[in-house]
């Protein structure tokens, strides 16, 4: 190469980011064709890393301040390209940019239920949403299994593989939260630190650091909250044969009117309405009957009859069947009945 062909060559002599982009993760320095000046200036500001890359090879990393590009600064480069340290030559190196700063509310959810292992209710199918935000800690780790040689790479770029690892280790953290359903539901806080420690060395493994995580919402599938519904009603009855009656009359006094309702006043409507009533009307009897019992324990005991005792034992089968009553509720109940037929 002639004197004149160096004189026009084009050196390098600031390398430096701005930052302007929004979501930008990673950024290649436009080298096209120019060279670095021995002795150029890099400057890394605080919420930023550059990477020097030689013939495909990391050779540095810097973080924040203000260099001056020596072959005392770049050991690594020095040994790659074998330079003499007197020989003060331009070098030609592709230069990344990588963001520290905190990339915030990033949204994660399930798009479809979930199903989990749970101790009160068995298998459960629930959903789940919230953010999180997080940060590149290792640049070196992240250039080489996520942006590569991409001249930007955005956010909007990784979030699809960043939910899937949400999605992937959500059932993980629940069970190593060892909380049931309904304690996850009332601590969210310790479910989100649950999930940001079962997540953390997945973000590691490719240069992130996981800074925070929340939950928002945890929810049940509409069929299995109105279980939990009853579930919650008939353990605010507790013990009480006389208001278990009154609450499963209740519940189901809505349904009965409605469908007399659709009836339009016809037989059938009638019908509902009949049917309505007299399950008013036995409730009410056995409430009468419980407070003859209470005053006249031997006359009461005589007037209870073994079909009404099957029938009741009948309907706590079903719940205790459909997962509103337990096993145990079902047994004491069960006793109480037999021995009112004694």
Known sequence: MGLMDFIKKQFIDVIQWTEDGNGVLSWRYPMAGM???????????????????????IADVFGPGLYK???????????????????ESPFKSDVYFFSTRQQVDQRWGT??????????????RLRAFGNY?????????????ISGTRDTYTTGELEGQLRGLILQHISDAIAQSGLPFLDLASNQIEFANALQKELSPAFEAIGL??????????????ELQKILDQRIGMGMVGNDMGRFMQYQTGQAIPEMAKAAGQGGGGIAGDAMGLGAGIAMGQVLAQNLQQGLQGAHPAAAAAAVKPED??????????????????????????????????
Request: no cysteine.
């Open 69 to 87: 590009l020596t072959t005392n600064t770049i050991p690594v480069l020095t040994y790659l390209k074998n330079w003499d340290k007197l020989f």
């Open 35 to 57: 060279e670095i000046q021995y002795g150029a200036s890099l400057t890394v500001r605080e919420s930023q890393m550059a990477v020097f890359v030689n013939e495909g090879k």
């Open 133 to 145: 935000n997080y940060s590149v800690a290792d640049p070196r780790a992240f250039h080489t299994k």
């Open 309 to 342: 005792v099957m029938a009741t034992l009948e309907k706590l089968g079903d719940l205790k069947a459909k997962g509103i009553v337990t096993q145990e509720e079902f047994d004491a109940k069960k006793a109480e009945l037999l021995k009112k037929l004694v």
């Open 111 to 124: 798009p479809q239920p979930i199903t989990i292992r749970d101790k009160d209710f068995g298998a459960v």
């Open 209 to 222: 650091k996981l800074e925070g995580m929340t939950l928002q919402n945890l929810s049940l599938p509409e």
